[in-house]
């Protein structure tokens, strides 16, 4: 089914840009997991986008659950958003000299996340994770921090120990490059697994500047916290005097306004965001309680810096997305949607006999192609991703566009109708009560 369904798309212009970029781009993308490695074939080049549609450069209509991988909340294009980048483009891009909608934006994080008191501005989640990390060594005075396998913090090198993401769906080891002094520091413990943490800081707990955790896993799929989880994280980091700082990247202004530590009622030290904060630019953030933040240059010795970091084009489009996020009735409706979602993915793989899980938080979702439950990275890996690669040309040939990638969390917007929802589900079924891959 995988080849003819592939065949059925015309991906004639893509193929040839694909070729084109490998000339000239390592890969010829710029993030790995656009290279479509582990479903096959050329990636989608994308042309354009409207609402919850992108059009490819082949002229192929797609309904899209992928969102940029988080940041589009509004969908592609929104009215207000591009409205406030043409006025503000008009009025200069950058100054290398603070404006006033910077401190608009921070007002509007520190406001809806209860954890950040103060906010540094970046330019990618990555900066703003490495920073993190940073501040709170010099904060804390250790050098060791403590992840988990299968989140993902940025390609800094100290974070890229069991990465999940693009390194699980290239099957790549821990990342060449990375020094072994890089990594030394690094301690890693599964996901959800709270026995384990307390084992690691029973062994090296005084040395251990900060946890830092993904609230919400999105980088090996979507992998919910379990009950108790993020709690205990929290006991333990406090008896410990650690930082406990959560990577909201992705969750953050998306299973709620606050992200996931207003979901759960669990307050960190510092907060990582990026993604729907920027409102589709290049963006990152980090904050968290004032006397932390204050460590900061200039007030602080601990040096952070970016030429673009906070530029008005980002902190525009971002601001306009803050302001429309916080609407009445608008995460309950993301959250009506993404309901939907799990319920007719679970009935499109129930008319079939293929092992299958459905996980989601809000509007975060994924299937694995594995019996439940997914609670970690171990869980997660133990999908049949020669099952997703079918699944994911069938879907494309059915006008919907997934990430390329079994450990890539979906998205939903609020663009998105219950039409539309309804109709990735119907295409689900036909997958699924069709025997599936092999």
């Known amino acids: 089914m995988g080849v003819g369904a592939k065949e059925a798309l015309a991906l004639d212009w893509?193929?040839?840009?694909?070729?084109?970029?490998?000339?000239?781009?390592?890969?010829?993308?710029?993030?790995?997991?656009?290279?479509?490695?582990?479903?096959?074939?050329?990636?989608?080049?994308?042309?354009?986008?409207?609402g919850s549609r992108i059009f490819d450069v082949d002229g192929n209509e797609y309904v899209d659950y992928?969102?940029?991988?988080?940041?589009?909340?509004?969908?592609?294009?929104?009215?207000?958003?591009?409205?406030?980048?043409?006025?503000?483009?008009?009025?200069?891009?950058?100054?290398?000299?603070?404006?006033?909608?910077?401190?608009?934006?921070?007002?509007?994080?520190?406001?809806?996340?209860?954890?950040?008191?103060?906010?540094?501005?970046?330019?990618?989640?990555?900066?703003?994770t490495m920073s993190a990390v940073r501040v709170a060594r010099g904060y804390t005075g250790r050098e060791k921090i403590l992840k988990f396998e299968g989140n993902y913090h940025g390609h800094g090198d100290a974070l890229l120990v069991s990465a999940g993401s693009g390194v699980a769906t290239l099957g790549l080891p821990d990342s060449p490059g990375v020094t072994e002094g890089a990594a030394k520091d690094t301690a890693v413990a599964p996901y959800n697994d709270l026995d384990a943490v307390r084992e690691v800081f029973s062994e090296i707990g005084e040395e251990i500047a900060a946890v830092i955790v993904e609230p919400v896993g999105g980088n090996m799929g979507c992998v919910p916290p379990e009950e108790g989880f993020l709690e205990g994280l929290r006991e333990v980091a406090s008896q410990y005097g650690s930082v406990l700082i959560f990577d909201e990247v992705m969750s953050g202004f998306r299973v709620a306004r606050g992200g996931a530590q207003e979901r759960y009622g669990v307050t960190p030290d510092m907060?990582?965001?990026?993604?729907?904060?920027?409102?589709?630019?290049?963006?990152?953030?980090?904050?968290?309680?004032?006397?932390?933040?204050?460590?900061?240059?200039?007030?602080?010795?601990?040096?952070?810096?970016?030429?673009?970091?906070?530029?008005?084009?980002?902190?525009?489009?971002?601001?306009?997305?803050?302001?429309a996020t916080a609407e009445p009735g608008f995460y309950e409706r993301l959250e009506e949607l993404g309901d939907r979602w799990k319920a007719g993915m679970t009935e499109a793989a129930e008319a079939g006999d293929h092992p299958?899980?459905?996980?989601?938080?809000?509007?975060?979702?994924?299937?694995?192609?594995?019996?439940?439950?997914?609670?970690?990275?171990?869980?997660?890996?133990?999908?049949?991703?020669?099952a997703f690669k079918d699944f994911f040309w069938h879907m494309m040939s059915?006008?919907?566009?997934?990430?390329?990638?079994?450990?890539?969390?979906?998205?939903?917007?609020?663009?998105?109708?219950?039409?539309?929802?309804?109709?990735?589900?119907?295409?689900?079924?036909?997958?699924?009560?069709?025997?599936?891959?092999?």
């Not at 004032?290 to 971002?318: F, R």
Request: contains cysteine; charged residues 15%.
């Open 356 to 386: 299958y899980c459905v996980n989601g938080v809000g509007s975060m979702v994924s299937l694995f192609f594995t019996g439940g439950p997914v609670r970690d990275f171990s869980s997660a890996a133990a999908s049949d991703t020669e």
């Open 14 to 50: 893509s193929a040839r840009l694909a070729e084109r970029a490998q000339a000239y781009i390592p890969g010829g993308v710029n993030s790995p997991v656009r290279a479509y490695r582990s479903v096959g074939g050329s990636p989608v080049f994308a042309a354009r986008g409207e």
């Open 66 to 128: 992928v969102m940029s991988y988080g940041p589009l909340i509004l969908g592609h294009a929104y009215p207000e958003v591009v409205e406030a980048l043409e006025r503000t483009t008009r009025s200069g891009t950058t100054f290398g000299a603070p404006t006033e909608i910077e401190v608009e934006v921070a007002e509007e994080i520190c406001a809806a996340v209860p954890s950040v008191e103060m906010v540094r501005l970046t330019n990618s989640g990555t900066e703003a």
């Open 271 to 323: 907060t990582c965001l990026g993604k729907v904060i920027g409102g589709g630019l290049p963006v990152g953030a980090f904050g968290g309680r004032a006397e932390i933040m204050e460590m900061v240059a200039p007030v602080g010795p601990v040096y952070q810096a970016g030429t673009l970091s906070g530029n008005p084009l980002a902190m525009a489009a971002g601001l306009a997305t803050l302001k």
């Open 398 to 438: 059915r006008g919907v566009y997934l990430a390329p990638s079994q450990y890539e969390a979906g998205f939903i917007s609020a663009a998105h109708t219950e039409d539309e929802i309804d109709r990735a589900a119907e295409a689900a079924r036909e997958w699924f009560a069709s025997g599936g891959a092999g």
